[in-house]
């Protein structure tokens, strides 16, 4: 299967991206001589991961019909402080609002993304350490 | 070094991504419920590995005082038939047009990104398959 992606240099440090379709602006940091026009690049990697696993997610407790309020997934990296600043480890937060959800269908769920079909999961898990938590209306109900 | 993302379920599968004060939405393939509302997660892995290195090489390439008339960087993945549907495999084109483009120092500007700037490059080599190729004017200069 493959995929394709491009970014093209506009002017200063902005450059246009182009996925699937559509564009949009990403820019250096300012210290880089970036302009903020549009986030950065490396962050994209983060939210590639909580994108990923997020629809993964609301895939598999939809199928369970499991109702949710609000759901959102935080992505926290920590980066090598030497060049190059690659990415050592990534807390996945996993944040669910709603009355009477069951954990163990939602573990479950988080679980199949994890193990099975989260594809960024998959890629990144050999190189940087992964780790997760569970959050319930406010409660940590999993942390690993 | 911390670097944080988000992202935020909207309706179907849609989320709204969060990342250096900016926000785009990313929705799933349609065959997955998605409605073409935004770019889907995973390739935004390519655009950050992308934007991440395409960034370094125009900055290194104007400290050279190299003067380009166009850039562009496309990453081309290859990714697994089976679940989790991971990269395998991506090529990293540096795509330049202009007059009199010095290669070696292209090469070198490339170079210094790939080993020592590039963290998502870094993240990413012991994992998956990354080579390279440069284009100057329509003509491949480098394939490793």
Redesign the interface.
């Known amino acids: ?9 506009k002017d200063g ?1 902005a ?1 246009e ?1 182009h ?4 564009n ?1 602006t ?1 820019d ?1 940091h300012e210290k ?2 970036g302009r ?1 026009l ?15 696993t ?2 993964d997610v ?2 598999i407790l939809q199928k369970m019909r499991v109702k ?1 309020d ?12 030497e ?5 050592l480890e990534i807390v996945i937060k996993y944040i669910f609002k709603g009355t009477d959800l069951p954990l163990e269908k939602i573990k479950s769920a988080v679980t199949l993304s994890m ?10 898990k ?3 350490k992964l780790s997760h938590q569970i959050i319930i209306n406010g409660q940590a109900a999993v942390e690993d």
Not at 47 to 52: D, E, I, N, R
Not at 83 to 87: A, G, I, N
Not at 115 to 124: D, P
């Open positions: 299967m493959a995929m394709q992606a491009n970014v093209v240099w440090m450059f991206a996925l699937d379709g559509f949009f990403i250096a880089f001589g903020k549009g986030p950065m690049p490396k962050g994209l990697t983060l939210v590639s991961l909580a994108g990923c997020a629809m609301i895939s949710v609000s759901f959102e997934v935080a992505t926290d990296g920590v980066l090598t402080e060049h190059p600043k690659k990415f193990e099975t079909y989260c594809g960024v999961y998959a890629t990144l050999p190189t940087v």
